[in-house]
């Protein structure tokens, strides 16, 4: 397994920063963010590590070398939005996007993407499922085109009022999960597993990892602490950061050893990235490369995440 990080924690670094930083402290792999150039207001979006409108020739080989120079690789081009938005724009803007991040995923020899199918909140579960099928055919068969995996985020993203009850993402659990890969069945078509979201679900976040062993991409490290006097005040109805926070690895409720010990049973051997979103650590530059640097000395108690032989 190779242990790196999601790069839209370091939003005011450089591409070339980034990627230092990971060198310097011993990461084999950066998911980078490839939000377009932009206004964003939700925390931890728009972001923008590669800029996919402007990738030339150049910039490419540039990329590649850099990376190569450094011995840190991509593990993924990142890109969050919603393409099941229910404003038809903003979901034809978020579907335009993705198709570049995967053809600059193709271009730059990476092969990955990881991002959300996205929902339309005022849609029922059944109505979205159509909707995700017309919308993501075209966009899974671009990605098989261009041989590159979408490994799709677990998060429901329904964290706040303005996205509470519905969500903006649809694939937040097995049973959906299984509908999705049934409607489209297509080996450039799997996940991107984060347990924190099913610990916050109250599931179980070990069983799955068995079930679609051969669909897990990409795997993200965050963790998540459940208040529960406040569970208990507010119920599991209620907007989930009222009774729940997100927290560096083992700050919070994941078991890593257990977590760890199932991939190893599967024999996954991709990238993990930590998803730094601890609010403790987020007053200056020094603390958040310091909550990288304590996750990141967490997490390989349990898994050597250190260089592979560089070959790309």
Known sequence: MKLGFVSAILADYTFEEVIDFASEHGFSCVELACWP??????????????????????????????????????????????????????????????????????????????????????????????????????????????????????????????????????????????????????????????????????????????EFRDKLFHVHIKDIKIWKDRLDDNGILAAPLSYMTPKLPGLGDVEWGRFLSALTDIRYDGSLCLEIEDKSFEGSKESIEEAILLSKRYISQFVYGGREEWSR
């Open 37 to 210: 150039k932009g206004n964003v207001s939700r925390r931890y979006a728009g972001v923008t590590h590669i800029d996919v409108d402007k990738l030339e020739e150049q910039n490419i080989n540039a990329v590649r070398e850099y990376c190569r120079e450094k011995k840190v690789r991509l593990s993924s081009m990142a890109y969050y939005p919603n393409p099941l938005a229910e404003n038809r724009e903003e979901a034809k803007i978020a579907v335009a996007h993705l198709e570049k991040v995967i053809e600059a995923s193709a271009r730059l020899g990476i092969l990955m993407v990881t991002t959300f199918i996205g929902r339309n909140p005022s849609k029922s579960l059944s109505e979205n499922l159509a909707l995700f099928e017309e919308v993501w055919r075209p966009i899974i068969r671009l990605a098989e085109d261009c041989g590159v995996k979408i490994g799709i985020e677990n998060c429901p993203m329904l964290f706040t009022e303005d996205e509470w009850p519905g969500g903006q993402n649809l694939a937040v659990s097995p049973a959906v999960w299984r509908e999705m890969f049934r409607r489209i069945d297509s080996p450039c078509f799997g996940l991107n597993y984060d347990p924190s979201h099913l610990v916050w679900q109250q599931m179980d976040y070990l069983k799955p990892i068995y």
